[in-house]
């Protein structure tokens, strides 16, 4: 199956920017997204990427895949305390019928 | 609104109490699926329906059932919970087959076996 890892946890002041990486093993993944998870909340879809992408932009976030290394990051400027949560990437392979999630990276924003 | 509403959002129970946590969608989505959370675990998936009575199991279903009775309601339950189910649990649907729009999920269950 899919295995997929992130680094449990980010530290970042506030108007820095914020680079989360995750990286896979499946090459056959189709459809790659990031979710973002508040306290007490569910998982909210942040934005995704087609495979045959290599960079999509989306106001302060920035996705960049890099198929080859098998490896996923997502990039927020000018970082705000709301940004502070748990981020997760997450992949859909071809043909299958689910998507596997990374382990969630926790994003800490100090002021 | 559109959205997915999970109930209870705590619950707390005693070993081998069944227990059943709904799961609604608005939506008229076709594909629900039910995950656990679990510190560094990620989110495991539980089960999942693509459509009316059709379910199949995902990475983690042993000690589940689920019913898909009805395109809203995917409910999930514990016939003899245990204390290694607890754990907050989602429900999460798409319009078809895992979205290449991603999950619509919910606010999430609370549980805890004692």
């Known amino acids: 199956g899919e295995d997929v890892e992130q680094s449990l946890f980010l530290s970042v002041r506030e108007g820095d920017s914020s680079v989360i990486n995750c990286t896979y093993t499946d090459s056959s993944s189709t459809y790659l997204y990031w979710y973002k998870q508040e306290p007490g909340a569910g998982l909210q879809l942040l934005t995704y990427i087609f495979s045959n992408m290599d960079m999509k932009q989306d106001q302060r976030l920035t996705v960049l895949l890099n198929k080859k290394d098998k490896h996923l990051s997502l990039r927020i400027a000018d970082t705000q305390t709301g940004d502070s949560a748990i981020y997760f990437c997450?992949?859909?392979?071809?043909?299958?019928?689910?998507?596997?999630f990374g382990t969630g990276t926790k994003l800490q924003v100090i002021p | 609104e559109a959205q997915v509403t999970q109930n209870p959002r705590y619950l707390i129970t005693v070993t081998g109490k069944k227990l059943t946590v709904t799961c609604s969608q608005n939506?008229?989505?076709?594909?629900m699926s039910w995950y656990r959370q679990d510190p560094g675990l990620g989110l495991r998936q539980i089960y999942y329906s693509m459509n009316v009575e059709v379910t199949d199991k995902g990475d983690v279903p042993e000690g589940y059932k689920v019913s898909r009775k009805e395109k809203r309601n995917f409910p999930l339950i514990l016939e003899s919970p245990s204390p290694n189910q607890t754990s907050l649990y989602f429900c999460?649907?798409?319009?078809?087959?895992?979205?290449?729009?991603?999950?619509?999920f919910g606010s999430g269950t609370r549980l805890t076996v004692v």
């Open positions: 999460a649907s798409s319009p078809t087959v895992p979205a290449n729009y991603g999950y619509t």
């Open positions: 997450a992949f859909r392979s071809g043909g299958y019928q689910k998507v596997t």
């Open positions: 939506m008229n989505h076709e594909y």
